[in-house]
């Protein structure tokens, strides 16, 4: 299995510009989760998702973000309009859902708003 | 005052050293901890991994969880220069999902 796949992996945008992140979760998880990182905060979680079905969004920072995940195998995080305090490593995982806390990570998006 | 926290560091040890990192919470439902380790440009990779009180080894590896002090602990034996990486707790109450509360990360060098 190729991992959890994330796209692109570096993103650099001007400020006010709609911002758009994939990810294509393991074959067979069904429960994906959405992470943003940076230096101060260390890893947040955002949004995770059940089958397909958002659970808890807490997490995400203002109405600018929005996730979805129309079937299993695809994600979008969207962040419009995007500003520079938005610039962090924003991570997607999966996992089985077996509440194990066992989750596998994809290699991340570097998103730089200037 | 954070769920979990964690001691960013940095730390450096010599190779061979034995290092000791570890994590507080507050949340005593949780049941679940596990350590990632996440190499540079990298996203996060399932180290250890433990459930409820006790210790678990893995090769130079072994993980503590103290739930009465609310205090896990990971320990690396004969370290090695490929162990140099961010280190983060994680902790979760578990159930029907797997949302996880990580710690900060501590960074740890380990000199050649």
């Known amino acids: 299995d190729a991992g959890v796949i994330q796209s692109p992996r570096h993103e650099v945008t001007e400020m006010g510009q709609e911002v758009t992140l994939r990810c294509k979760p393991i074959?067979?998880?069904?429960?994906l989760f959405w992470y943003r990182q940076t230096m101060m905060r260390g890893l947040e979680l955002l949004i995770y998702?059940?089958?397909?079905?958002?659970?808890?969004d807490s997490g995400m920072p203002e109405d600018r973000f929005s996730a979805k995940m129309p079937n299993a195998s695809f994600s979008t995080l969207k962040i419009q309009p995007s500003e520079p305090r938005d610039s962090a490593v924003y991570f997607c995982?999966?996992?089985?859902?077996?509440?194990?806390?066992?989750?596998?990570f994809g290699s991340g998006t570097q998103l730089s708003v200037l | 005052q954070k769920e979990v926290e964690q001691d960013p560091g940095p730390l450096s040890v010599p190779e061979g050293a034995i290092v000791s990192l570890n994590c507080t919470y507050s949340n005593s439902a949780f049941q679940y901890f596990m350590w990632y380790r996440q190499y540079s440009r990298k996203g996060p990779e399932l180290l250890m991994y433990t459930y409820s009180s006790g210790n678990k080894e893995d090769g130079r590896f072994t993980a503590q969880v103290d739930k009465s002090s609310k205090y896990i602990s990971l320990f690396i034996r004969d370290s090695q220069p490929s162990d140099s990486a961010t280190y983060l707790c994680?902790?979760?109450?578990?159930?029907?999902?797997?949302?996880?509360?990580f710690g900060t990360g501590t960074l740890l060098a380990v000199q050649p």
């Open positions: 995982a999966s996992s089985l859902g077996t509440g194990d806390g066992k989750l596998f």
């Open positions: 998702f059940n089958n397909n079905v958002p659970i808890d």
């Open positions: 994680a902790m979760s109450v578990g159930g029907a999902t797997n949302k996880l509360i």
């Open positions: 074959s067979g998880h069904n429960s």
